[in-house]
T-cell receptor, first 116, second 109 residues
Framework: GAVVSQHPSRVICKSGTSVKIECRSL??????MFWYRQFPKQSLMLMAT?????????EQGVEKDKFLINHASLTLSTLTVTSAHPEDSSFYIC????????????FGPGTRLTVL | DAKTTQPPSMDCAEGRAANLPCNHSTISGNEYVYWYRQIHSQGPQYIIHGLKNNETNEMASLIITEDRKSSTLILPHATLRDTAVYYC??????????FGRGTSLIVHP
């Protein structure tokens, strides 16, 4: 199946700093990517839908100025957590929809963010 | 997308079949049933999907009832590495998988 990568796999940062997470589709083009967040022992929660060349669509309750999403190319979307705080510590997962394959969606391995 | 209901947890002996049920009574005619699993601290992994007919691939089989209100994922010979949370999702026009709580499957020796 298609491969989606995320970088970094884990990051520890100080409170108040910004962290950028990259999501790449390695062998297919993805016009749409999705960002999820998962807290311990909970399910994945959709944060936003990232569309190549346009603004992201955020789910209710997700602050767009805090979670900046850029989808500059058909293979790369980035999520920047600005002014991170300990409550932003979570597992962030991206997924990409395969442009050439109806309704197929592939997930990245996730990024573990710890804010001290 | 259809609302799905799954048991919170199940367990299975290694080598035996694991049968994971899912209720999706509100599923509409054009919504597929998708199954993903998530091994601890990893991203979700696609397993299988279907619309009306039963499906089988190298990982699992999917049995969908004739009225499409429920389905069962079958892992024919479960191994310890199949221990994971399994998510059943009804996915239609929005194409965006929204995850419920899933079923935590524990495969024991």
């Amino acid at each position: 199946g298609a491969v989606v990568s995320q970088h970094p796999s884990r990051v520890i940062c100080k409170s108040g700093t910004s962290v950028k997470i990259e999501c790449r589709s390695l062998d297919f083009q993805a016009t749409t990517m999705f960002w999820y967040r998962q807290f311990p022992k909970q399910s994945l929660m959709l944060m936003a839908t990232s569309n190549e060349g346009s603004k992201a669509t955020y789910e209710q309750g997700v602050e767009k100025d805090k979670f900046l999403i850029n989808h500059a190319s058909l293979t790369l979307s980035t999520l920047t957590v600005t002014s991170a705080h300990p409550e932003d510590s979570s597992f962030y997962i991206c997924s990409a929809r395969n442009f050439g394959s109806y309704n197929e969606q592939f997930f990245g391995p996730g990024t573990r963010l710890t804010v001290l | 997308d259809a609302k799905t209901t799954q048991p919170p947890s199940m367990d299975c002996a290694e080598g035996r079949a694991a049968n994971l049920p899912c209720n999706h009574s509100t599923i509409s005619g054009n919504e597929y049933v998708y199954w993903y699993r998530q091994i601890h601290s990893q991203g979700p992994q696609y397993i299988i999907h279907g619309l009306k007919n039963n499906e089988t691939n190298e990982m699992a089989s999917l049995i969908i009832t004739e009225d499409r209100k429920s389905s069962t994922l079958i892992l024919p010979h479960a191994t310890l590495r199949d221990t994971a949370v399994y998510y059943c999702i009804g996915k239609g026009g929005s194409y965006i998988p929204t995850f419920g709580r899933g079923t935590s499957l524990i495969v024991h020796p």
